[in-house]
Structure formats: C-alpha cells, structure tokens
T-cell receptor, first 114, second 115 residues
Framework: DQQVKQNSPSLSVQEGRISILNCDYT??????FLWYKKYPAEGPTFLIS?????DKNEDGRFTVFLNKSAKHLSLHIVPSQPGDSAVYFC?????????????FGGGTRLMVKP | GAGVSQSPRYKVTKRGQDVALRCDPI?????LYWYRQALGQGPEFLTY????????KSGLPNDRFSAERPEGSISTLTIQRTEQRDSAMYRC?????????????FGPGTRLLVL
C-alpha cells in the first residue's frame, strides 16, 4: 500500500517554461512534506519542504504547494533550466512517529530540453 | 566538509552469502537512517539510530537483516543468507540532531546484486 504516490514517472519541459511535479498521499497523519532531487550516481539531496500548517513555501525558482483537503502537493520550477533535469522524489513525515523516517514516492524524472 | 559515504559502492554476491554494508555519516551527526531503494521506486525506510541506540527497526523486512552502530558513528547493515529479492540500492542518510524535521543527507548508496 503506497502512502505517497507520484503518478507521472517522467516529465519533459522546454527550457524557460514551468515544470509542475505532482504528489498524492493517503496518510492523514503526515504533517511535513519534502522534495528531494537526485542526479545519476548520487544520493538524493534535499530541495524544499513544507509544513502542514502552510499551503505554500517558496525558495527561489522552486515553490511547493500543499492542498491538505485533497492530500496533494506539487512542486513548481520556474523557469526550468537544463540543470534541473533529474529525478524528483516527494517524501512525507508522520507526526505520530517520534523519529524522522521518511516515506517516499516513486519519483518523477524531469527532462528540461534546451 | 565530507558528506555521507558508503562502501562498497557495488557488491555482487551469490545467493546464501552474508554481506555487510557500511555507512560513514557526516561527522557529529546524531541520527543515522538506512533505506532500501528498488529499481524505479523511491527509498523505503529500514531502520534508524540516534547515537548508538537503534530507535526503530520496523522497516527491516525479516530477521536476516540487522544493523548496528556500536560507537554512535559508523553503521553496518548486515544481510545474512542473501536472496535474489535482496538485490537493490541500499542508502544511508544522517541528520545533525535527530530532530523530526531536520534535513537528512543521503550517501551515494551501495548497489547490491545477489546472483
């Protein structure tokens, strides 16, 4: 039972345009959400996060939106650059857990074409 | 500064053999996490430590899997009597203070192939 789902395995976008990556979750106890970015042969690196008390968090070209009622979050990249080409993982943290184990989605491969 | 390192980067073993995967977290980091990532999927939690204490091992798939962090720094994930279904990327991550919303820094992973 996948608690975090990324339904698009891949996305292709033209340089300069907006990239929108989507993520859905089922566990209502998730209260903190993150996006990680992964280049080939490297580990995932943290990109941006959002707490469930917010509906938007912005960091430069990256904005994450959270819709709690729909259990949906999205990552917007504007403008997209070729260097953004990577696999993006959505992850969530359960407020009931004392620890910080993350539940990840399956990832979306973003390709930004020059 | 040095990030999280893992060794070996690749391990090929025969079914039935034991393997030990090592993780060197960022120096001074309190928390250390192990995840397993199957091809085309996201990382899946296995276990984590605060200092040398194993706090949660609910993600370990069965009793062939074990982990330790005896001195609160380097950690070893051991898989006994490996099976082909154990083939995956094994990732280690660490965080500074063990807080709930701290950033986890991932290593490059160990790709395990069981023949």
């Amino acid at each position: 039972d996948q608690q975090v789902k990324q339904n698009s395995p891949s996305l292709s976008v033209q340089e300069g345009r907006i990239s929108i990556l989507n993520c859905d979750y089922t566990n209502s106890m998730f209260d903190y959400f993150l996006w990680y970015k992964k280049y080939p042969a490297e580990g995932p690196t943290f990109l941006i996060s959002i707490s469930s008390i917010k509906d938007k968090n912005e960091d430069g070209r990256f904005t994450v939106f959270l819709n709690k009622s729909a259990k949906h979050l999205s990552l917007h990249i504007v403008p997209s650059q070729p260097g953004d080409s990577a696999v993006y993982f959505c992850a969530a943290s359960d407020g009931n857990n004392a620890g910080n184990m993350l539940t990840f989605g399956g990832g979306t491969r973003l390709m930004v074409k020059p | 500064g040095a990030g999280v390192s893992q060794s070996p980067r690749y391990k090929v073993t025969k079914r039935g053999q034991d393997v030990a995967l090592r993780c060197d977290p960022i120096s001074g980091h309190v928390s250390l996490y192990w995840y397993r990532q199957a091809l085309g999927q996201g990382p899946e939690f296995l276990t984590y430590f605060n200092y040398e204490a194993q706090q949660d091992k609910s993600g370990l798939p069965n009793d062939r899997f074990s982990a330790e962090r005896p001195e609160g720094s380097i950690s070893t994930l051991t898989i006994q009597r490996t099976e082909q279904r154990d083939s995956a990327m094994y990732r280690c991550a660490s965080s500074a203070l063990g807080g709930r919303r701290e950033t986890q820094y991932f290593g490059p992973g160990t790709r395990l192939l069981v023949l």
